[in-house]
């Protein structure tokens, strides 16, 4: 899904060029439209003001994504914008550790654990910022779908995530387990909304042109046709029968080989 998942099976595992073939996630992004009204009732809802700032990170609550250094990031951000609101989007088998570690941190009064939602383009459009804290990364769909709702993203510079997250232009990127480098990040963000707006507006530009679903699936149905077209000769022919399938079952174990 990601150059770096490619450079990762070619240079680390070993695999064959002419087997790997990168096909990028996509949305849809007329389901993420910027200019989208945040839903009525959801700041009064959650405790917020009217006028404060929103961040968002919708991630599992899992280990890989990084949590508790973005909890670690939090209080040095809340110093400089006491009035910023967190929402944590998503579910997992950190969250009674994540919600002690924000207890013991004083986050409560400006964070909130909100759980699996299912349609994640009413937050980002109530959203100012996405943040995606991850220790590793194929792809993340997430960036992918905060920038075509136009809410630009601060991120970890790992794995595939620097191929959507364009440090300076759709958003900012920032070493893995660094909470300073991190806070900094969303601090230089939320002063400068002026750069916000730029790189939510560049950021689905970007989107439209390279992460579309309709692209991803126009270049999944080119791969299937390669191969279809690859095959060795009378495999997959109908006048072949069972023998045509035996071969290709054959043809197919000798590829995964």
Known sequence: VSQASAKFLLETKGIEQRKVVVIRNGCDPAQFAPGRPEPSGLRQALGF?????????????????????????????????????VVLVGDGILRKELEAQAASLGLNSNLRFVG????????????????LPSLYEGLPLVAIESLASGCPVVATAVDGTPEVVIHGKTGLTVPPRDPIQLAEAICQMFRHPEMRESMGRWGREFIMSEFTL?????????????????????????RQGVN??????RHAAAFRN
């Open 49 to 85: 003001g009217e006028s404060d700032p929103v961040l968002l990170v919708p991630a599992r609550l899992e280990p890989q994504k990084g949590h508790s250094n973005f909890l670690a990031a939090l209080p040095l951000v809340l110093r400089e914008f006491p009035q910023l609101k």
């Open 116 to 131: 699996y939602q299912p349609n994640m383009a009413d937050w980002y459009a109530f959203a100012d910022l996405m943040v």
């Open 214 to 238: 309709a692209k991803q699936v126009r270049e999944t149905a080119d791969l299937y046709r390669l191969a279809w077209n690859q095959r060795p000769p009378g495999v997959g022919d109908p």
């Open 244 to 249: 045509s399938i035996s071969a290709s079952s």
